[in-house]
């Protein structure tokens, strides 16, 4: 993209336009004429696509988190949509509501989200783990069939088995492991030595989904943890690398990723009937970091919300939306909005890049699961 207004004050309100221009041009023209059958979702992850599961912890989360799009809070940890909002437009099908969300008066036609904010895999018998998660989803399969086959005459409303057959199964947890091992003060070494542990949690997820009769998966990696503020703000003493990211932070990460990688194809081997997509969320986010200027984000490690300003806006004290905050004016370029979790238009980038089939191996289009 030409950086004709890169020092534009209005540049990223109109790139968000452009952007949504775009997703909106890719949604219409393929992706949802390409879905023969009413795409079916099911997710499974942490705070990266929690739609507003952070009910289930009843935590209150206010304005300024979804001020762009929804124009008001919706339980994501975002000043908009998240990653896997931009994925379910571009199928034209609903947003996913949350499991936990017991207000939201849906019946969880399209699927539904089980993400939690603050998910980890391990331990895995503490709420909300990816096991925790895959245990409700096996209660929410057992009642959805119960409504299914009943004489309720809405029971076409609710999923039926074959629905869950050809449902896609999308994962995205992991960040959370590593960065709560770091928080601990272990060490490099100490924190790798679990990744063995984090992603057979992973693999047991997923042939878990695969022995209730899913077949399609959609995997993705972690991020680049090394790179974001809160992280820069809290770690004192530290190695960077040359865009200013802790070194070791993402080694792990990196390291994690090709176990999680190996672990695809291997069950590729095993469950030569199913269809398993890994997916370089890590490449794409670094990238926008490593780039940020041929993006427009001028303060790459910055975040929009929070409190401290320069160089990285994070104070564990005052975070995003609590008393003494701040947050940057609409249309502001930023990658980071809270510190954490990523902006609205740092999102809508992410999804434009997983969309482009560059970063998925193999190569797969993301409406593949609802095709005939």
């Not at 086959?149 to 992991?174: C, H, Q, T, V, W």
Request: net charge positive; proline share 5%; aromatic share 12%.
């Amino acid at each position: 993209m030409a950086p004709l207004f890169l020092h534009s004050n209005t540049f990223s309100f109109f790139f968000t336009i452009f952007v949504s221009q775009v997703l909106l041009s890719l949604w219409h023209h393929s992706a949802a004429a390409s879905c023969q059958t009413p795409p079916v979702i099911f997710n499974f992850g942490d705070s990266n696509s929690d739609t507003g599961g952070l009910a289930g912890h009843g935590y209150p989360i206010g304005l300024p988190n979804g001020r762009l799009f929804f124009r008001r809070s919706t339980g994501r940890l975002c000043d908009g949509r998240l990653l896997i909002d931009f994925l379910c437009q571009s199928l034209n099908t609903s947003l996913l509501s949350p499991y936990l969300d017991s207000l939201g008066g849906t019946r969880f036609q399209n699927g539904a989200n089980f993400a939690i904010v603050g998910s980890s895999t391990l331990p895995k018998n503490v709420h909300f783990s990816l096991n925790i998660q895959i245990m409700q989803f096996l209660h929410f399969k057992s009642r959805s069939l119960e409504l299914a086959s009943s004489s309720n005459p809405l029971k076409g409303m609710f999923i039926s088995e074959d629905g869950f057959r050809k449902a896609l199964y999308m994962i995205d947890i992991g960040q959370n492991d590593i960065a709560h091992s770091f928080a601990k003060g272990s060490s490099y070494s100490q924190t790798v030595k679990l990744i063995p542990q984090i992603v057979a949690e992973i693999k047991t997820a997923i042939k878990r989904l695969y022995n209730e009769g899913g077949r399609r998966f959609w995997i993705h990696n972690t991020g680049p943890l090394g790179c974001l503020p809160q992280k820069l703000s809290m770690v004192k003493s530290r190695y960077l690398d040359q865009h200013g990211c802790l070194a070791s932070y993402n080694a792990a990460a990196k390291l994690f990723n090709q176990r999680l990688d190996h672990m695809c194809e291997d069950l590729r081997i095993e469950l030569r009937d199913a269809n398993i997509i890994y997916v370089d969320i890590y490449t794409i986010k670094y990238s926008l970091i490593a780039n940020s200027n041929n993006y427009g984000f001028g303060r790459p490690l910055m975040a929009c919300c929070g409190y401290g300003g320069p160089p990285y806006n994070y104070n564990v004290n005052i975070t995003c939306g609590h008393k003494g905050s701040n947050v940057c004016d609409k249309g502001s370029r930023f990658i980071s909005w809270d510190g954490i979790h990523y902006t609205e238009i740092a999102n809508a980038i992410v999804a434009m890049k997983v969309l482009s089939l560059h970063y998925s191996m193999p190569p797969t289009p993301f409406h593949f699961f609802c095709r005939r």
